[in-house]
């Protein structure tokens, strides 16, 4: 058949790489039949994967290079001696237009540098930002940065505000997203003065934009907006304390339900509910964080993910790429700053 979606792939990124990216892609065939793959790696590595699965030849195409970003290499390293990397190609595949998106388990750090050295940022656009979901009380919720830009000024915030909008509206369905702002507390007081600048901004300006105001990290959960930004430093520790707390309260429910007999009948009693929990707060669903703002899509997939979490992660690259994020984007931005953008 014919593929109107082309994907890039660093094939050899990731804790358990090839084998989970080629896993991954299986899977993702499956729901994605029009897109095609080109697979960025050691050859000798990916063609026995493949070989046993043939229902795949058909829709992948590999690029040989046997030379990987390994998770402890610098971002400075591999600019200056990772051109020939997995993942130098495929972001550059993006760059010259044989994929329309790349993704990638390996070093974030790294994805991040040669994905904006390569592919360069949107007109209008300082910084880009890594963009996630949250799982909420109302469904999910869009996070940015996430890691990122460790200090960000109010035009920062603002470009974040915008691209995370258009992010939840093309991925969540929503028309029109809430944005908040995270801070210390919802009074105008409150904050340091990007935060108190941004909201400003955002309130001031026409754009087609549901402003919610200031959001506090109770809020995040609650699902009282679709989108909350930050600054990346923030974010990451928001993010960093989420998991955590997620691993403790597993942790706590498998030493209670094995503590004693009757806590053991009371798990069996209790199973079928625990599995929707367990099914709805699933990492791997949510698995596939865009950095944002860059003159073509590059999704970041989690290192230690599994096949699952890695299809889903192709999933967001090929929805982002057939929506026009980036034209969106760009629209949205010609707005604010024809009405007098924000000033840093």
């Not at 009380?137 to 200090?151: I, P, W």
């Not at 105008?188 to 105001?213: E, Q, T, W």
């Not at 699952?308 to 984007?329: P, S, W």
Request: charged share 20%; net charge neutral; glycine share 10%.
């Amino acid at each position: 058949m014919s593929h109107s979606t082309t994907i890039a792939l660093d094939a050899m990124g990731g804790d358990d790489a090839p084998a989970v990216v080629v896993e991954g892609v299986d899977l993702a065939h499956v729901r994605l039949p029009q897109v095609a793959f080109l697979l960025f790696g050691d050859q000798a590595r990916l063609e026995p994967l493949l070989e046993r699965r043939p229902h795949l030849r058909s829709c992948c195409q590999i690029r040989h290079t046997d030379q990987a970003v390994k998770g402890e290499d610098k971002p400075s390293q591999v600019l200056r001696q990772g051109r020939q990397s997995s993942m130098w190609l495929a972001v550059e595949s993006v760059s010259r237009g044989e994929a329309a998106a790349v993704v990638s388990a390996g070093n974030t750090g790294a994805l991040m540098a040669v994905s904006k050295f390569v592919l360069r940022t949107l007109p209008g656009i300082d910084r880009p930002a890594i963009a996630g979901f949250f799982p909420t009380e109302r469904g999910e919720t869009v996070m940015l940065d996430l890691g990122a830009n460790v200090e960000c000024n109010a035009n920062n915030l603002v470009e974040f505000a915008i691209m995370g909008e258009v992010f939840a509206r093309i991925l969540l369905g929503i028309e029109q997203p809430s944005v908040g702002l995270l801070n210390i507390g919802s009074e105008d007081v409150k904050g340091n003065d990007a935060v108190r600048s941004a909201a400003a901004i955002l309130r001031d300006h026409p754009l087609d934009l549901k402003f919610h105001g200031f959001v506090e990290g109770n809020d995040i959960g609650a699902g009282t907006v679709d989108v909350v930004v930050s600054d990346g430093f923030t974010g990451n520790i928001a993010l960093k304390s989420a998991e955590g707390i997620a691993k403790l309260y597993s942790r706590f429910l498998r030493e209670a339900f094995s503590s004693s007999w009757v806590a053991r009948i009371g798990y069996l009693l209790a199973k079928p509910a625990l599995l929707k929990v367990k099914m709805r707060t699933d990492p791997r669903r949510y698995n596939g964080a865009l950095l944002l703002g860059l003159n073509g899509i590059s999704v970041k997939s989690h290192g230690g993910t599994d096949a699952v979490g890695f299809a889903n992660a192709i999933g967001v690259a090929a929805e982002l790429a057939t929506h026009g994020l980036n034209e969106r984007i760009k629209s949205e931005l010609t707005r604010l700053k024809s009405s007098d953008g924000p000033q840093a």
